[in-house]
């Protein structure tokens, strides 16, 4: 599959990247698959030409027109983030031909000296992270892989770097927000009551919905619903989220731009799936490089 991306000469801001060095540059291998933190500018923006590719060519996103005809998706937030990729090292090329995966990884302390959570736009992270003050949060965002890459030795890729990289930074909560295509929540009633009854996130890691965007999840009694049925019509990042043991916002909200349908998603650190910790190693080491 051609994975080229179209380079653009304008650049829409300076982002500092890869402010975080780690002990080994490449956090994960899998097969031909590496996984690390985007180290230039240029690698940046194939990440940026990945998500556009995908929520605007794939899913329909309406971009800034700026945006749109860079053929790039960015935003504020970007100058200011880690940006996880995931590059198939078997294509040819240079890295910034081989990127096939990406994540947004903002940590609490960068997002408080700059302009905070691209998630507080939905939600009340702000509550959230106040109520915690002893916890340390990073928002993973914009996870993006290319249609011929979705699959499970990707899906480990990403996760290998989540993982590395938090456990890297003492971090103990990771969330942000999770998509349903579409901005009808109603057409999602069935996987949103599901959520609501399974796995509502409550008590000290209850999230609302910024005033007057939020539309509740719990649309059918629970008598009602089908899990099966539910989790087969979960997107295949909400499923995994699920798998790994997060909780979820009582509420959504539409995000007309992305035209999506948006939970938060809450995954505390001590609440992962024990199997899943096994899976990678409590030090990251299984996949590390």
């Avoid at 982002?15 to 690390?36: K, W, Y």
């Avoid at 040819?92 to 096939?100: A, F, K, L, P, T």
């Avoid at 702000?126 to 892989?145: A, I, T």
């Avoid at 796995?199 to 059918?220: N, P, Q």
Wanted: proline fraction near 5%; hydrophobic fraction near 45%.
């Amino acid at each position: 599959m051609e994975t080229h991306v179209q380079r653009s000469l304008s650049k829409p801001f300076l982002a500092p990247v890869a402010q975080f060095q780690p002990t080994h540059p490449v956090l994960g291998r899998i097969g031909s698959l590496e996984v690390r933190l985007a180290a230039t500018l240029s690698e940046v923006e194939a990440a940026q030409a990945l998500r556009y590719r995908v929520f605007v060519e794939e899913m329909g996103a309406r971009l800034p027109p700026e945006a749109m005809l860079q053929k790039r998706d960015y935003d504020t937030v970007d100058r200011y983030c880690d940006h996880l990729v995931v590059l198939d090292t078997a294509l040819e090329g240079d890295s910034e031909d081989q990127i096939v995966g990406t994540y947004r990884l903002l940590r609490q302390e960068v997002a408080s000296r700059h302009d905070g959570f691209y998630s507080q736009s939905e939600f009340n992270v702000m509550d959230l992270v106040g109520r915690n003050p002893d916890k340390r949060f990073v928002e993973l965002g914009r996870s993006c892989v290319l249609r011929a890459y979705r699959t499970r030795r990707t899906l480990e890729a990403l996760w290998q770097g989540n993982w590395a990289y938090a456990l890297a930074h003492g971090i103990d909560v990771m969330f942000g927000c999770a998509s349903f295509p579409g901005d009808q929540p109603y057409a999602h009633a069935l996987a949103l009551s599901f959520l609501n009854h399974a796995a509502a996130a409550k008590a000290e890691w209850g999230v609302e919905a910024i005033a007057g965007r939020g539309v509740s999840t719990d649309m059918m009694p629970v008598e009602a619903i089908n899990p099966r049925a539910a989790i087969a019509a979960m997107p295949p990042l909400i499923k995994g989220y699920l798998r790994v043991g997060a909780l979820v916002s009582g509420e959504a909200v539409v995000d007309p731009e992305f035209r999506t349908t948006d939970v938060l998603v809450v995954l505390p650190v001590k609440q992962i799936n024990g199997r899943y910790i096994n899976h990678y190693g409590a030090d990251a080491s299984r996949f590390a490089a």
